[in-house]
């Protein structure tokens, strides 16, 4: 089945700058790659999701490249803000499948400092 | 627009005890649905998942089971808990489309603890 490496598992950073989370995938037929983003105590919320047809998505400060030969992807946070800090999760899942199961990543915690 | 709904939001019980969980989703029809369950500080492992009406499907051997009476309600239950049990449930639905990609959206969760 597939497998989701992601890491770092902590990240720490200065207000403003850029925060990056990687993760990597086992199974080259997986062609549906969300991240979501879960505060304290809080469910996870889906922030962005990019599909295997395109390489780049962005919305506003975050934005995910998809590299499918790698079988990696990435979440690219821009001027961070202290609101940003909580746990972020990378899955992925094959489309067109009875199962329609997502196979998380084991998340990355970001702090962003003030 | 579809919600999702998920109690008790909090649940303290004893070891052995049974335990039931509700799922309800609101504003779509046939979702697939899923059960999530995740240990303090920890990632997310699924627990069942149903594409249908008593059609359930399990991914981890254990003391818990799911059902699914209606179209849009997802049931976790246990007829005897474990201190292991303990952790944040999660339901979440996706569109069961032919063709679609896999969007999940949560539910608030339950909190359990076996004491």
């Known amino acids: 089945g597939e497998n989701v490496e992601q890491h770092p598992s902590t990240l720490s950073v200065q207000e403003g700058d850029s925060a990056v989370i990687k993760c990597t995938y086992s199974d080259s037929a997986s062609n549906y790659f969300p991240w979501y983003k879960q505060e304290l105590g809080k469910r996870p919320q889906l922030i962005i999701d990019?599909?295997?047809?395109?390489g780049e998505k962005k919305d506003q400060r975050i934005a995910v490249t998809l590299n499918k030969t790698a079988k990696h992807f990435s979440l690219h946070i821009t001027e961070t803000q202290p609101e940003d800090s909580a746990v972020y999760f990378c899955a992925a899942s094959i489309r067109d499948t009875g199962r329609r199961a997502l196979t998380f990543g084991s998340g990355t915690r970001l702090q962003v400092q003030p | 627009s579809q919600t999702i709904h998920q109690w008790p939001a909090t649940l303290v019980q004893p070891v052995g005890s049974p335990l039931s969980l509700e799922c309800t989703v609101e504003g779509t029809s046939n979702p697939n649905l899923y059960w999530y369950r995740q240990a303090a500080g920890r990632g997310l492992q699924l627990l069942f998942y149903s594409v249908g009406i008593g059609q359930i499907s399990s991914e981890v051997p254990q003391n818990l089971s799911a059902s699914r009476p209606q179209d849009r309600q997802f049931i976790l239950s246990s007829k005897k808990l474990l201190l292991s049990d303990s952790g944040f449930y999660l339901c979440?639905?996706?569109?069961?489309?032919?063709?679609?990609?896999?969007?999940?959206?949560f539910g608030p969760g339950t909190r359990l603890t076996v004491l």
């Open positions: 979440a639905w996706s569109a069961s489309l032919w063709g679609a990609y896999n969007e999940q959206f």
């Open positions: 990019i599909r295997s047809n395109v």
